[in-house]
Every structure is written in structure tokens, then in C-alpha cells.
């Protein structure tokens, strides 16, 4: 064989090793990004030098892995003494690295485990497989918090099921005295106040609205101080009625059935508490009027003021109040004004029917026909009378409340219900019918009034009449008449308009 074949044959050895030797040095590098580092020495009795003469021949290896049962694999050729140049720089021993205790205890065992971990990382792909649920295995929150409850420890879940009876239980309480409030309540189902401009407003002071004898007598002998410590003190007891009360609840009754009939009505009764207490008494009287169903939303609470000032402005048809200096006041004002009285506390009043009762002469009418009767005598009277049969009377202080009335009225004949309307009227006058009757019925239909039952009594004491109709109020301009209704149990408001106020001062 020639010089030059016998070059080119040691060329190929040398380049067959080193691919050999390049294919280990692949394996090692796959080993140590798997978190193994090959380490081609192993450990010698004087090992701290790190030569190649403590490591295990590379041939020795691949004759141990023959002899396990596994796939035939290529074997290993014999590794050169030093690295190689071209062997890459990581694999390359470290002299001085530290070893760990199995490879002491056992060499052989280890590098056979550290082989056979590459040999199956290689052949076999790890594939990480994450576990899902089936839509069908899904559960609700609650089956999911049942769960956990369940999953929780003895001592902790014990007490678990009485806690939610409990908290159940207090629930159920609750509102069941939530329901309870409401339905005591009248005002849940609270209708909208009508327009002032468009309502009749009746303005009520508090000691006319309800009983407060007591508390009046506990401020003219003990002060305000002890008037207003008094009602703070029992802001929580509810008023008993006064002699506007029963007035006031057929008002809203009136207003109940004009609401029934028109929706959207805001011809209504509108009533306002008006009075001079102090803002701190406002809270009883709010508990008060709610307690009883009133429908009252607009208080005024002058705090001692006189409230009169505030009539005009609340646009006051009609004022009823217990002082009667007051209700003189707001008479010179041009507002319509009586002062109430109480009647009997055992009369039954229709509650379906406002019933309002009106004398004659300076209530309904002027007071010039009384007059003459006081200056000239009955005679005249009568002969003024007759003479002056066709001539409307001059309107008096309760003539516009009538006007009121009147129109509300002709909303209930428009729907065919006169015989069940909730509105009567009564004219009781101690006129005589045959000598001066005819002029008071003219005047009315000038007027465009009706008047229900026009009762002549012709001088005769008006409570045993006033018995039978029961009304909710009776308005008279004298004394006389109201002592002698009061007897009787009605209900009454003195009007101190005309000559006769002038005569008993």
C-alpha cells in the first residue's frame, strides 16, 4: 500500500473517532440541561488532584450497560486520555467539584441511572397532561359551598346549622314587623297633595285638631320652658281627638271619593296644620296625625308667632281654631274663621258624609237684616223683609266655604251620583219661613247655590234639631245658639262676625 493510502486510512480513523467522540459529547450536554451533570471522573482514594488516572475507563461502562437487559445500543468507543480540542469547553472535567454521596456509595449504580435517564429522555417525549373537569361534573355555588362546608373540621361545622337558624329566625322577624308597620300604616299607599292653587285649603291650629287642655293649662301656669320640657317629654303619646278631628277625617273622605271618580283631580280639600308651637312639639304632632291616617302634609310652626300672618300665604279658604282672639284676627283679615268647640264624645257621626250645618244671618249671609232687627224690632224686620224680597243679601264671612262646597257637589251629580254624594249641606236659622224665608231661598239661587234641607225654626232652640242631623261642625255667629248646641252634643264653631259681636263686648 502506498504512502499516500495509508495517510488518507489514518485520516478517516481520526475523523471517524472524533465524530464518535463529538456524538458523546452531545449526549453529555442533553444530560445536564435535564438538571444531571456527566461527570467523566470519578472519585480515587488520593483524589485531589483531578488527573484522568480517578476516573473509570469509558470501556468498562458500556460493558456493565451489555449486560442489562435492554435494547442493544451502539457500543462506546474508547475515550482519548486528554480532552480533545475540539470537545466543547462544558463538558471538560472540574478537578475539585464536589460529588454527591451516592456516587461515593455506589459508582457503578449511579452512572447506570445517569445513562438510562438520558437513553429515555430521548426515546420518550415528556408531555405535561393537565386534568379537566366535564361540563357534566360542574356544580353550582352552592353545591361547591356545601362541599367545603362538609370538607371543614367537626368543631368548626357544628354550630354551623344552629347559626343559620338563628340568623333565619331573626330575619323572619325583622320584616315580619316591617309588615306589620306598613299595614298599621294608612300612609303607605299616601296619595299626592292636590295644587294649593287648585285645593280648598282648611287650616286647622293643633289645639283645635286635637285634645291639649292639659298641655295648654301646664303653659299658662308653669312657663314654656316647662310647656316644651312637658312635650319632649311625651313625644311619644299620641293626642286624643279634638273638635276638628271628625271634621277633618270626612274632608278626606270626601276626597277618597272625588279621587275614585276623577283620577286626577286637584279640586280636594287640602288640609294644613297651623299653629304657634315651637318646632320641638312638631314631632308629637307628626306621630299623632300619622298615627291616626290624617292626611296632613303642610305644617306651619310659628314658635309663639301668631300664625295668622301665614294664612294669606297659604292660600286659606277657611281657619279653625281654639283661641278665639286668633280667629278675630284672621275675620279682620277677610279670611273665614271660627273657633271650635267640642260636642259629645258619644255621638255616633256618619263617617261616610260630611255633614255641614250653617246659620244664617252673618254666616252665610251679611249681617244688615240683624240690624234692623236689633235697632227696630221684629216688625220691621219683617216688613224690611218683604220689601226687599227680590234684592239679593250681602255675602258674610262663610259664604265662599258654601261656594266650595257647591262646586265639589255638582262633580258628583255630573256622575249621576247625587243620592249617594258624600256632601250635605244645612241651612238651620231662627228665621220665620212665611215672613222672611223667601228672600234667603232667592239669594241662594242668585247665587248658583243649593242648599240640601233649609230648616226655619222661627226662634226655636236649634240643638234638638241639630241632634237629629249629627253634622261634622255648625257654624252660628252667637254665643246663644252655640252653649245652647253644645248641650246637645254637637259639634260647633262659633263665626264672632257682625253687630252681635259688638253688642256682647
Same mark, same amino acid.
Given at each position: 500500500?502506498?504512502?499516500?493510502?495509508?495517510?488518507?486510512?489514518?485520516?478517516?480513523?481520526?475523523?471517524?473517532?472524533?465524530?464518535?467522540?463529538?456524538?458523546?459529547?452531545?449526549?453529555?450536554?442533553?444530560?445536564?440541561?435535564?438538571?444531571?451533570?456527566?461527570?467523566?471522573?470519578?472519585?480515587?482514594?488520593?483524589?485531589?488532584?483531578?488527573?484522568?488516572?480517578?476516573?473509570?475507563?469509558?470501556?468498562? +461502562?458500556?460493558?456493565? +450497560?451489555?449486560?442489562?437487559?435492554?435494547?442493544?445500543?451502539?457500543?462506546?468507543?474508547?475515550?482519548?486520555?486528554?480532552?480533545?480540542?475540539?470537545?466543547?469547553?462544558?463538558?471538560?472535567?472540574?478537578?475539585?467539584?464536589?460529588?454527591?454521596?451516592?456516587?461515593?456509595?455506589?459508582?457503578?449504580?449511579?452512572?447506570?441511572?445517569?445513562?438510562?435517564?438520558?437513553?429515555?429522555?430521548?426515546?420518550?417525549?415528556?408531555?405535561?397532561?393537565?386534568?379537566?373537569?366535564?361540563?357534566?361534573?360542574?356544580?353550582?355555588?352552592?353545591?361547591?359551598?356545601?362541599?367545603?362546608?362538609?370538607?371543614?373540621?367537626?368543631?368548626?361545622?357544628?354550630?354551623?346549622?344552629?347559626?343559620?337558624?338563628?340568623?333565619?329566625?331573626?330575619?323572619?322577624?325583622?320584616?315580619?314587623?316591617?309588615?306589620?308597620?306598613?299595614?298599621?300604616?294608612?300612609?303607605?299607599?299616601?296619595?299626592?297633595?292636590?295644587?294649593?292653587?287648585?285645593?280648598?285649603?282648611?287650616?286647622?291650629?293643633?289645639?283645635?285638631?286635637?285634645?291639649?287642655?292639659?298641655?295648654?293649662?301646664?303653659?299658662?301656669?308653669?312657663?314654656?320652658?316647662?310647656?316644651?320640657?312637658?312635650?319632649?317629654?311625651?313625644?311619644?303619646?299620641?293626642?286624643?281627638?279634638?273638635?276638628?278631628?271628625?271634621?277633618?277625617?270626612?274632608?278626606?273622605?270626601?276626597?277618597?271619593?272625588?279621587?275614585?271618580?276623577?283620577?286626577?283631580?286637584?279640586?280636594?280639600?287640602?288640609?294644613?296644620?297651623?299653629?304657634?308651637?315651637?318646632?320641638?312639639?312638631?314631632?308629637?304632632?307628626?306621630?299623632?296625625?300619622?298615627?291616626?291616617?290624617?292626611?296632613?302634609?303642610?305644617?306651619?310652626?310659628?314658635?309663639?308667632?301668631?300664625?295668622?300672618?301665614?294664612?294669606?300665604?297659604?292660600?286659606?279658604?277657611?281657619?279653625?281654631?281654639?283661641?278665639?282672639?286668633?280667629?278675630?284676627?284672621?275675620?279682620?283679615?277677610?279670611?273665614?274663621?271660627?273657633?271650635?268647640?267640642?260636642?259629645?264624645?258619644?255621638?255616633?257621626?256618619?263617617?261616610?258624609?260630611?255633614?255641614?250645618?250653617?246659620?244664617?244671618?252673618?254666616?252665610?249671609?251679611?249681617?244688615?237684616?240683624?240690624?234692623?232687627?236689633?235697632?227696630?224690632?221684629?216688625?220691621?224686620?219683617?216688613?224690611?223683609?218683604?220689601?226687599?224680597?227680590?234684592?239679593?243679601?250681602?255675602?258674610?264671612?262663610?259664604?265662599?266655604?258654601?261656594?266650595?262646597?257647591?262646586?265639589?257637589?255638582?262633580?258628583?251629580?255630573?256622575?249621576?251620583?247625587?243620592?249617594?254624594?258624600?256632601?250635605?249641606?244645612?241651612?238651620?236659622?231662627?228665621?220665620?219661613?212665611?215672613?222672611?224665608?223667601?228672600?234667603?231661598?232667592?239669594?241662594?239661587?242668585?247665587?248658583?247655590?243649593?242648599?240640601?234641607?233649609?230648616?226655619?225654626?222661627?226662634?226655636?232652640?236649634?240643638?234638638?234639631?241639630?241632634?237629629?242631623?249629627?253634622?261634622?261642625?255648625?257654624?252660628?255667629?252667637?254665643?246663644?245658639?252655640?252653649?245652647?248646641?253644645?248641650?246637645?252634643?254637637?259639634?260647633?264653631?262659633?263665626?264672632?262676625?257682625?253687630?252681635?259681636?259688638?253688642?256682647?263686648?
Amino acid at each position: 500500500m502506498s504512502q499516500t493510502s495509508l495517510k488518507q486510512k489514518k485520516k478517516n480513523e481520526t475523523g471517524s473517532r472524533y465524530s464518535k467522540d463529538s456524538l458523546e459529547a452531545e449526549k453529555r450536554r442533553d444530560s445536564e440541561k435535564s438538571g444531571v451533570r456527566l461527570s467523566t471522573q470519578l472519585p480515587n482514594s488520593s483524589a485531589t488532584s483531578g488527573t484522568s488516572s480517578t476516573s473509570l475507563s469509558q470501556q468498562e +461502562l458500556p460493558q456493565q +450497560l451489555m449486560a442489562q437487559p435492554s435494547p442493544p445500543t451502539p457500543p462506546t468507543p474508547p475515550k482519548p486520555p486528554n480532552p480533545s480540542p475540539a470537545t466543547p469547553p462544558e463538558i471538560q472535567p472540574k478537578t475539585g467539584a464536589r460529588r454527591t454521596s451516592k456516587m461515593y456509595e455506589n459508582p457503578e449504580a449511579w452512572a447506570h441511572g445517569i445513562v438510562r435517564d438520558i437513553r429515555d429522555s430521548r426515546d420518550t417525549p415528556q408531555s405535561r397532561e393537565y386534568p379537566r373537569t366535564p361540563p357534566t361534573e360542574w356544580k353550582s355555588y352552592a353545591q361547591r359551598r356545601a362541599l367545603y362546608s362538609s370538607q371543614l373540621d367537626h368543631d368548626c361545622v357544628t354550630d354551623l346549622p344552629r347559626r343559620r337558624e338563628e340568623e333565619e329566625d331573626e330575619d323572619e322577624a325583622y320584616w315580619a314587623s316591617v309588615r306589620t308597620l306598613y299595614e298599621k300604616t294608612a300612609s303607605c299607599s299616601r296619595p299626592k297633595p292636590p295644587k294649593p292653587k287648585h285645593a280648598i285649603t282648611i287650616a286647622v291650629s293643633s289645639r283645635a285638631l286635637f285634645n291639649m287642655v292639659d298641655d295648654r293649662k301646664i303653659y299658662e301656669e308653669e312657663g314654656l320652658e316647662k310647656y316644651m320640657e312637658y312635650q319632649l317629654t311625651n313625644e311619644n303619646v299620641i293626642l286624643t281627638p279634638g273638635p276638628a278631628f271628625r271634621f277633618v277625617k270626612a274632608l278626606q273622605h270626601v276626597n277618597t271619593r272625588l279621587r275614585e271618580l276623577y283620577p286626577d283631580e286637584q279640586d280636594l280639600f287640602d288640609i294644613v296644620l297651623m299653629t304657634n308651637n315651637h318646632a320641638q312639639v312638631g314631632v308629637r304632632l307628626i306621630n299623632s296625625v300619622n298615627h291616626y291616617g290624617l292626611l296632613i302634609d303642610r305644617f306651619c310652626l310659628t314658635g309663639g308667632k301668631s300664625p295668622i300672618g301665614y294664612l294669606k300665604a297659604y292660600l286659606t279658604n277657611l281657619y279653625l281654631s281654639a283661641d278665639s282672639e286668633k280667629v278675630q284676627e284672621a275675620i279682620q283679615e277677610g279670611i273665614a274663621s271660627a273657633t271650635m268647640f267640642d260636642g259629645a264624645k258619644d255621638i255616633a257621626y256618619c263617617d261616610t258624609q260630611l255633614r255641614v250645618a250653617f246659620d244664617g244671618d252673618a254666616v252665610l249671609f251679611s249681617d244688615e237684616s240683624e240690624h234692623i232687627a236689633k235697632e227696630h224690632g221684629l216688625d220691621k224686620f219683617f216688613q224690611h223683609e218683604t220689601l226687599f224680597e227680590n234684592k239679593p243679601l250681602a255675602q258674610g264671612p262663610l259664604k265662599g266655604f258654601l261656594e266650595d262646597l257647591g262646586r265639589l257637589q255638582k262633580k258628583f251629580y255630573a256622575k249621576d251620583e247625587r243620592l249617594l254624594c258624600p256632601i250635605r249641606t244645612y241651612l238651620v236659622t231662627a228665621r220665620s219661613a212665611a215672613s222672611s224665608g223667601a228672600r234667603v231661598l232667592k239669594t241662594l239661587r242668585r247665587w248658583g247655590l243649593e242648599i240640601d234641607e233649609a230648616l226655619f225654626l222661627a226662634g226655636a232652640p236649634k240643638g234638638p234639631i241639630l241632634v237629629k242631623i249629627r253634622p261634622h261642625i255648625f257654624f252660628d255667629d252667637q254665643m246663644f245658639h252655640i252653649q245652647g248646641a253644645q248641650k246637645f252634643g254637637t259639634i260647633t264653631a262659633h263665626v264672632p262676625y257682625g253687630i252681635n259681636q259688638k253688642m256682647n263686648n
